[in-house]
C-alpha cells in the first residue's frame, strides 16, 4: 500500500462542529451500550402524534428474526417534513430548483408553498381512490414535483414506489406490477443534457403489455410537448389538483407502516423491492443528514443525486426537509452546457454543502482544473461523496481544486437497504483518510467476517456485515419475507450481510473495497449482472450470455458481455451493436454493455457452473493468471475466449 495521506480535522472545525472528536467517542458508545436511551432521545428530532414506549425490538437470528423501530408510536412523515416549520420558517425556502438549460429561470419554493402543493395533490390522489397502504409509482424527472409527489403519498399514507426516469418501459412496467401500483404519476418529458426524455410514452408502452390494474395516470406538464393522452385513464396533474384545498390531514401512520419502495439489483433475479417504513427511516435520515454535513437550518445544501436513487429519497427529500433545510434540486447533468456547470449552480446560489458521487467527479476531473477554478466557489464549507469507492486521486483533486483545501469531505458509505449513513466521516470528529469512508455512524456495528463466517479481529479483510440493527433498515423485500431472509441473513448467520468486501485499518478505519457479490456498480449504480443476462437471453439469437465488470476509468466499473449465439449466427459487428441496443431498450441506457465479445462456449465447470472468476479476469485484462483452471470441462474454452477479446 502506497502511504497515506491524513488531514487532521481543523482547529475552525474541531471548534464549531456539532459533534467533535469526544463527543462522537461518548455518543457512539452510549448508542451501543444503552440503545433504548440513546435512540428515545434521537427520536425526540421528530413530531409523533402518539409517543412510542418501546425502542428497539430486533434480532438477526432465524428463529425469532425481527425488526421493530418505536413499534407503538405513531407519527406522519409528510407533516414533520413540513407542517411543523410553518409556524417558525413557512417563508424559508424548501426547495430551490434549477434547470437542466441554465437560461429558463430557477424556482424558489417556500416551506408554506411545499405545504399546499403537497397537500393539494394528496387531496387529489384521494379523489383518484388512493388509500392508505396502496402504492403509487413515480416516474418523474428532477423537478420540485417529485417531492411534492413522494410527500403527498407520505401524507395520506399510500407507498410510493420512485422508478428512476432514465428506466426503461419494460424496467418500469416490471416494477408497476411487482408491486401492483393503480396510480401512476409522471410528466410529459424529462430534460437533461439538453436532451428531452420521452416519459410519458415510455409509461404508455409500459402499460400496453403491463399493469392492467393501473387506473390512473397523472400526468406533470414539464416541458410542454403534444402528448396522447388516453380518455378515463390519463389526467392532467393540473386538473387534478384544481379546486383541491391547500390543507389535507396527515393520516396517523405507526411507526412501522411502509413509507416507501425502492426496486434495486441484488445478485440474483429481478429487482427487489427494498421496503421502507416510516420511523425508523425518518429518525436515521434526519439524524445522518444533521451529524454528517452539520446541518445548521438557513444553510444551503445541494446533494446532487436523482431521486430515482435511494440517495435522492433520503438526502434530497426525507432528511433536509425534516431539518427544514433550502435542499438545492438540479434537473440536469455535471458537463452540460460545460463541465463548470455544476460549479456556477454552486455561486449562482451560495451552496455550502455539496454532496456528489465519484464517477461525476472522475469525469470532471479529467477535463482539467480550468473548469473549476475559473469560477469561485467561496462559499462551500463540506463536501460529500457517495455511491462508490472514491479512488485517492480523485479525493485530492476534489478536495484542493473544488474545495480550496479549506472544505472536508464525506465519504459515506450506506446502501438502498441501509436507508442512510453507516459509515461515514464527521467533519468536526473525524480525521480524514482520502478513499476511507472511515467510521461507524451511531448505533451501527460494521464487522468482517471471513470466509468460513468467523468474526475477524483487528487490521484485516473481508466480507462487511453489521452485527445489530438501526433504525434506517429495511423491513423487508415487498411481498417476499423469505428473500428478504435469505438474501441478507443467510450467508452469515445471525448478521446483516452487505454485499461488500472491506479492510479495516490498524486505527479502525474502514476501507470498502467493492461488491463481492455479482452485482456491478456503474457510475455509482447498481446492476445485477443476472438482470443484464436476462435482458440478453431474450434476444432471438442469444443462446447463453454472461456479464462480469470491468474497470472503467470514469465509470469506476463498466459492463464487459460474454454472449453465445444460437448455432448458425454470423457473430457480426452488427448483431454486437443490435443487442447493445436491445439491453438499453429492456433496461435503459444505464445498462448499456461496454464490450460485448461473442463466445462459442462459456468456461463452466462440469457441474454446468460458469466460472465468472476467468471471465472477470479477461474482462480485466488480467490474462496472466488466470487461477486453477482444472476444474473446467473444456479447458480450451478459455484459450478462444484469450484469443478473441475484443479491443475495449
Ligand atoms: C447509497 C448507495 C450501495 C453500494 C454499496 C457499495 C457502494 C456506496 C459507497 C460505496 C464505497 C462509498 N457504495 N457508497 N462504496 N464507498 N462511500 O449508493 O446505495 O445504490 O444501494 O449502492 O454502493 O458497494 O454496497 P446503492
Not at 263 to 284: I, N
Request: charged fraction near 25%.
Amino acid at each position: 500500500m502506497s502511504e497515506v495521506t491524513v488531514h487532521p480535522v481543523s482547529a475552525e472545525w474541531a471548534d464549531k462542529a456539532l459533534i467533535g472528536a469526544e463527543a462522537y467517542a461518548e455518543k457512539y458508545r452510549r448508542s451501543l451500550a444503552e440503545p433504548d436511551a440513546f435512540w428515545a432521545e434521537e427520536a425526540k428530532r421528530l413530531d409523533w402524534i402518539k409517543p412510542f414506549t418501546r425502542v428497539k425490538d430486533t434480532s438477526f437470528n432465524v428463529d425469532d428474526f425481527r425488526i421493530r423501530w418505536f413499534e407503538d408510536g405513531t407519527l406522519n412523515l409528510a407533516a414533520n417534513c413540513l407542517d411543523r416549520h410553518l409556524a417558525d420558517h413557512g417563508e424559508r425556502v424548501a426547495i430551490l430548483w434549477e434547470a437542466d438549460d441554465p437560461a429558463t429561470p430557477g424556482r424558489r419554493i417556500t416551506y408554506r408553498e411545499l405545504y399546499a402543493q403537497t397537500c393539494r395533490l394528496a387531496n387529489a390522489l384521494k379523489a383518484q381512490g388512493v388509500k392508505r397502504g396502496d402504492r403509487v409509482t413515480i416516474y418523474l424527472p428532477m423537478v420540485p414535483e417529485a417531492a411534492v409527489a413522494m410527500l403527498a403519498c407520505a401524507r395520506i399514507g399510500a407507498v410510493h414506489s420512485i422508478v428512476f426516469a432514465g428506466f426503461s418501459p419494460e424496467a418500469l412496467g416490471g416494477r408497476i406490477d411487482d408491486c401492483a401500483s393503480d396510480v401512476v404519476i409522471t410528466a410529459d418529458e424529462g430534460r437533461r443534457g439538453g436532451k428531452t426524455i420521452p416519459l410519458k410514452a415510455n409509461v404508455d408502452a409500459a402499460l400496453e403489455h403491463h399493469a392492467p390494474n393501473v387506473k390512473s395516470v397523472i400526468v406533470l406538464r414539464h416541458t410542454g410537448a403534444d402528448v396522447p393522452m388516453v380518455a378515463g385513464r390519463d389526467i392532467d396533474w393540473a386538473d387534478a389538483v384544481a379546486g383541491q384545498p391547500g390543507d389535507c390531514p396527515p393520516e396517523e401512520m405507526n411507526a412501522e407502516d411502509p413509507l416507501f419502495i425502492l426496486y434495486t439489483s441484488g445478485s440474483t433475479g429481478k429487482p427487489k423491492g427494498v421496503l421502507h417504513t416510516t420511523g425508523g427511516y425518518g429518525v436515521w435520515v434526519s439524524m445522518t443528514h444533521e451529524y454528517t454535513f452539520d446541518y445548521r437550518p438557513g444553510q444551503i445544501y445541494w446533494c446532487a443525486a436523482d431521486i430515482g436513487w435511494v440517495t435522492g429519497h433520503s438526502y434530497v427529500v426525507y432528511g433536509p426537509l425534516a431539518n427544514g433545510a433550502t435542499t438545492l434540486m438540479f434537473e440536469g447533468v455535471p458537463n452540460f452546457p460545460d463541465h463548470s456547470r455544476f460549479w456556477q449552480v454552486v455561486d449562482k446560489y451560495g451552496v455550502e454543502i455539496f454532496y456528489a458521487a465519484p464517477t461525476a467527479l472522475r469525469a470532471l476531473m479529467r477535463e482539467g482544473d480550468d473548469w473549476v477554478t475559473r469560477t469561485d466557489r467561496s462559499t462551500l464549507r463540506l463536501l460529500g461523496s457517495v455511491g462508490e469507492p472514491i479512488n485517492p486521486e480523485a479525493w485530492e483533486w476534489y478536495y484542493n481544486v473544488v474545495g480550496g483545501g479549506r472544505c472536508p469531505i464525506v465519504d459515506t458509505w450506506w446502501q438502498t437497504e441501509t436507508g442512510g449513513h453507516m459509515i461515514t466521516p464527521l467533519p468536526g470528529a473525524t480525521a480524514l483518510k482520502p478513499g476511507s469512508a472511515s467510521t461507524p455512524m451511531f448505533g451501527v456495528q460494521p464487522a468482517l467476517v471471513d470466509g468460513e463466517g468467523q468474526l475477524i479481529e483487528g487490521a484485516a479483510e473481508g466480507a462487511l456485515v453489521i452485527t445489530d440493527s438501526w433504525p434506517g433498515q429495511m423491513r423487508t423485500v415487498y411481498g417476499d419475507d423469505e428473500r428478504f431472509f435469505q438474501t441478507y441473513f443467510s450467508t452469515f448467520p445471525g448478521y446483516y450481510f452487505t454485499g461488500d468486501g472491506c479492510r479495516r485499518d490498524e486505527d479502525g478505519y474502514y476501507w470498502i473495497t467493492g461488491r463481492i457479490d455479482d452485482v456491478i456498480n456503474v457510475s455509482g449504480h447498481r446492476m445485477g449482472t443476472a438482470e443484464i443476462e436476462s435482458a440478453l437471453v431474450l434476444h432471438d439469437l442469444v443462446a447463453e450470455a454472461a456479464v462480469v465488470g470491468m474497470p472503467h476509468d470514469i465509470k469506476g466499473q463498466g459492463i464487459y458481455a460474454y454472449v453465445t449465439t444460437i448455432a448458425g449466427t454470423e457473430d457480426s459487428d452488427d448483431l454486437r451493436r443490435e443487442l447493445i441496443q436491445w439491453v438499453r431498450k429492456e433496461i435503459g441506457p444505464i445498462a448499456t454493455p461496454d464490450v460485448v465479445q461473442f463466445a462459442p462456449a462459456l468456461p463452466k465447470t462440469r457441474s454446468g457452473k460458469i466460472m465468472r472468476r476467468i471471465l472477470r479476469k479477461i474482462a480485466e485484462n488480467d490474462t496472466g493468471n488466470l487461477g486453477d483452471t482444472s476444474t473446467l470441462a473444456d479447458p480450451g474454452v478459455v484459450d478462444d475466449l484469450l484469443a478473441n477479446r475484443p479491443e475495449s
